[in-house]
C-alpha cells in the first residue's frame, strides 16, 4: 500500500479553461484546448471534493516517473492550505488544483496530479488512519514515500477536512488523449505561463456575476498583462527593506512562472477584501489624492482587489507608453524619438529600468510633472550608456539601481519636486573610449541631434553640461506654452 507522483507542473492546470464553479459538471470540447484536434468522445469534467477523489479506483500506471516531492513541497502545500484557513467570512472550498485521469474501465489511471494525491493520501493516512490501496513500483517512490511519512508523522498538521478542499478532475477515454491533455496544459508552445495560473487563481475567487465581465476584459488586456506584471514584481521586490531578486529578461519561464505565482498568488492575502492604499496630500483648502488608487507596492488580496490592481496599472502603462499623446509634444517626442529610437544601441535594459521608474512614479505622484520627470529620469538611467566602458550588461543597471535605491526614492519621497531635485543633482563622468563607429558612440549621436547641441569629437567632458542646459531649456519651454 503505497502512493506515487505528479508528473509537470501542479495547482490551477484547467481553471484558465473553465472557471470552476463547485459540484458542477462540465463536458468541453477539446477542440477549444488542444490545436483544434479532433476528439470522438468528449472530456468530463468534475469539480468534486478531495475526499471523493481519493476513493475513487485511482492507480499509478507502470509507466509513470515516481514519486519525487519532498519536505519543502509538502511545506508549501500543507502553508496556502493554513493561510487559506485564517481567511475570515464566506469563501470558496481550497482548490488543490486539477488531475488528469484516463478511464480504463476497471481503474483510473492518473496522468497528472500523482505528487499532490500521494501526499494528501499519507497525510490523511498518518494523521487519520485512512487506508487507501495503491501500488508503487518505482524504488525511487518507496524511498521518498518512506522519508515523507517519518517527516509528516512529526508535524504538527491542523485538522483536514478532505470534503472542504475542492480538485478539478479531467476524464477522458482515451490514454493518448488524456496525455494530450495534459501535455497542452504544459508543454511546448502551450505550456501554462505563471500568468494563466494568475488568472486562474483571482477569476475564480470574484462573484460569479462579475466573472464573465472581468474574463473579457482579461482577453482584451491579454498583451499588456505581462509586462505590467513584470514591471510591478521588480517595484514590489526592489525594495531596500527587503530586496529580492528578479530573473533576468533571459530566464526561462519556469522561473519567471516561480515568482510571478509567488508574489501575486500564493502570497497574496485570502481575505478577499478589495482594500485600496493611496497617497493624500492635505492642501490649505482640503485634500487631494496622488498617484494611483492602488499603490505599486500595497499588501494585495486574492479576487477582484489583486484584479483591479492589475487593470489599474494596464491602464497606466497604456497611458504612459502606448497611448501618451495627451501629454504633450516633449513626452511624446521623448518616448518616440528617443526611448524607442536608441533600443538597438544597446539600452534595451536602460529601457526597461526607465520604463519601470516612470511606473513608479505615476503610482506615487500621478502624471503631474511627467514630463519634467521622464526627462530627468532619461538623464540619469541612460547615463549607464556613457559611464561603460565596455557592453552594457543588464546586471550593471540593476546594480545601478540598488546602489542608488531609485525605485525606493520614488516612493519614499513626498513630492515630485523633491525627486526632481534630487534627479538633477546627480553627477557621473562620461568616458572617451568606444565612441568611433561604435554602438556608444552612435547613441550619443542620436542625444547630440535630439537635444540640439554640439561637442568636440572624441570628448566626452562637456556631453552632461550641454544636456542638462538642453533638458532645462525644454522644460522652461513647454512651461511657458502651458501659461
Known amino acids: 500500500m503505497v502512493v506515487v507522483g505528479l508528473l509537470g507542473g501542479w495547482i490551477y492546470i484547467v481553471a484558465h479553461v473553465l472557471y470552476i464553479r463547485t459540484e458542477q459538471i462540465y463536458l468541453i470540447e477539446i477542440l477549444k484546448i488542444m490545436d483544434n484536434r479532433k476528439v470522438e468522445n468528449p472530456i468530463k469534467v468534475l469539480s468534486i471534493s478531495l475526499f471523493d477523489l481519493l476513493n475513487m479506483p485511482l492507480s499509478i500506471p507502470e509507466y509513470q516517473r515516481p514519486y519525487v516531492w519532498t519536505s519543502n513541497d509538502i511545506d508549501k502545500l500543507l502553508n496556502q492550505i493554513t493561510n487559506y484557513k485564517k481567511g475570515n467570512g464566506q469563501k470558496p472550498m481550497f482548490y488543490i488544483g486539477s488531475v488528469v485521469l484516463h478511464d480504463n474501465g476497471s481503474t483510473l489511471d492518473i496522468i497528472d496530479g500523482q505528487q499532490r494525491i500521494t501526499t494528501m493520501m499519507l497525510i490523511n493516512h498518518i494523521k487519520c488512519n485512512a487506508v487507501y490501496e495503491m501500488t508503487y513500483q518505482n524504488l525511487v517512490s518507496h524511498n521518498n514515500i518512506k522519508n515523507n511519512i517519518n517527516y509528516i508523522s512529526n508535524l504538527s498538521i491542523e485538522e483536514l477536512n478532505f470534503d472542504e478542499i475542492n480538485v478539478t478532475v479531467v476524464i477522458t477515454k482515451s490514454q493518448d488523449e488524456a496525455y494530450n491533455f495534459f ?11 505563471g500568468i494563466d495560473i494568475l488568472k486562474a487563481h483571482h477569476l475564480r475567487r470574484i462573484k460569479d456575476t462579475e466573472m464573465d465581465a472581468y474574463a473579457v476584459l482579461w482577453e482584451k488586456e491579454q498583451k499588456y498583462i505581462e509586462p505590467v506584471v513584470k514591471l510591478l514584481l521588480k517595484a514590489r521586490k526592489w525594495n531596500c527593506l527587503n530586496f529580492s531578486s528578479v530573473p533576468n529578461r533571459k530566464a526561462g519561464l519556469d522561473k519567471w512562472k516561480e515568482v510571478i505565482t509567488t508574489e501575486f498568488s500564493f502570497d497574496t492575502l485570502k481575505s478577499g477584501y478589495d482594500i485600496a492604499y493611496s497617497f493624500l496630500r492635505k492642501l490649505p483648502d482640503g485634500e487631494m489624492k496622488t498617484g494611483a488608487d492602488y499603490a505599486a507596492r500595497q499588501p494585495l488580496s486574492d479576487g477582484s482587489n489583486f484584479i483591479k490592481y492589475m487593470f489599474e496599472y494596464i ?7 502606448v497611448n501618451f499623446e495627451h501629454l504633450g509634444i516633449e513626452y511624446s517626442d ?3 524619438k528617443i526611448i524607442s529610437r536608441v533600443d538597438g544601441l544597446g539600452t534595451v535594459d536602460l529601457k526597461n529600468m526607465y520604463q519601470l521608474l516612470i511606473i513608479c512614479y505615476v503610482s506615487r505622484f500621478g502624471e503631474v510633472k511627467i514630463t519634467e520627470a521622464a526627462l530627468w529620469l532619461f538623464r540619469l538611467i541612460y547615463s549607464n550608456r556613457v559611464t561603460a566602458d565596455s557592453r552594457l550588461q543588464e546586471s550593471t543597471v540593476v546594480k545601478f539601481n540598488e546602489n542608488n535605491k531609485i525605485v525606493d526614492r520614488v516612493f519614499a519621497l513626498h513630492s515630485e519636486d523633491e525627486l526632481i531635485e534630487w534627479l538633477k543633482k546627480y553627477s557621473y563622468t562620461p568616458v572617451n573610449t568606444n565612441l568611433q563607429g561604435r554602438v556608444k558612440g552612435r547613441y550619443v549621436d542620436v542625444i547630440k541631434t535630439h537635444f540640439g547641441f554640439e561637442m568636440p569629437q572624441n570628448d566626452m ?3 552632461d553640461g550641454k544636456l542638462k542646459e538642453s533638458i532645462e531649456n525644454k522644460i522652461k519651454k513647454f512651461s511657458y506654452e502651458k501659461i
Open 183 to 193: 501535455e497542452t496544459l504544459n508543454t511546448g508552445g502551450k505550456r501554462l505561463t
Open 315 to 321: 491602464k497606466i502603462y497604456k497611458d504612459i507608453f
Open 334 to 336: 521623448l518616448q518616440c
Open 461 to 463: 567632458s562637456t556631453f
